[in-house]
C-alpha cells in the first residue's frame, strides 16, 4: 500500500485496499461465527473511536471552542488527538 501511495497510482491503492477491507471483513465474519464480535460493533467502534478523538469537529464546546474560532492547526489536533488517545490508554 505504500508503494502504490508514494507513487500517486490510485488502480493501485485501489486495489490495495481492497484486500485490506477484504481482510477486515474476514476477521469480523469470523470473530461473528465464534460469537465474540461482528462487523457492526467494528464500525460502531471506529466511529466513537473518530468522535471521541476529535472533538474539534463533533464537539467543540467540549474543549472550549465557538463557532467563530478560528480553525485548529494541524499541530493543535495532534496535540488532542494525543491526549484522548492517552486518556484510553489509562483506562
Known sequence: MEEA?????????CEE???LLLQVVFHAAVA????AFTMDDVAAGIAAKMR?????????E???RS??????TATEVNEI?????????DR
Do not use: C, Y
Not at 5 to 13: F, M, S, W, Y
Not at 32 to 35: D, K, N, P, Q
Not at 81 to 89: L, S, Y
Open 5 to 13: 501511495i508514494a507513487e500517486g497510482d490510485d488502480a493501485h491503492l
Open 17 to 19: 485496499l481492497g484486500d
Open 32 to 35: 461473528e461465527e465464534r460469537g
Open 52 to 60: 471521541r478523538r476529535n472533538p474539534h469537529v463533533f464537539d467543540p
Open 62 to 64: 467540549s474543549i472550549g
Open 67 to 72: 463557532p467563530g474560532d478560528p480553525p485548529l
Open 81 to 89: 488527538w494525543q491526549q484522548v488517545k492517552a486518556t484510553e490508554r
